[in-house]
């Protein structure tokens, strides 16, 4: 389902498709309408994994590691998987346990990403 930087990741546990407006000098005119400059429309992902081993997570912490990268994810808007440039906010991944051949199971990774 998601490809970072070409490599297939682990299908995440939440995928969530959000698009936003990236507004340059917008302001109200005397009749109180909106003047609006709308400079950009992109997209930003909210990812989630739960239950990932040390090889899985380790796998999408250094594909997103690069200032900029390529995924590849199902578009709403273009009703279609298409590729673009992202690049990644914060990352949160609490450890929940060590299973009892002493595995490392992170409880979950998550972790947006926005286009660049």
Known sequence: MLKINGQTVKSPSVFRYNIYDIDGDSNR?????????????????????QGLTMSEISAILNATS????TVEYPDAKAGAVVTKT???GDRNAPLFKIDGQGNYIWES???TLIEK
């Open 29 to 49: 005119n005397l009749k109180g309408e909106l003047i609006r400059d709308r400079i950009a429309t992109k997209v930003k992902l909210e990812v989630e994994w």
């Open 66 to 69: 690069d200032v900029f990268f």
């Open 86 to 88: 992202f690049y990644v």
């Open 109 to 111: 990774l998550k972790l």
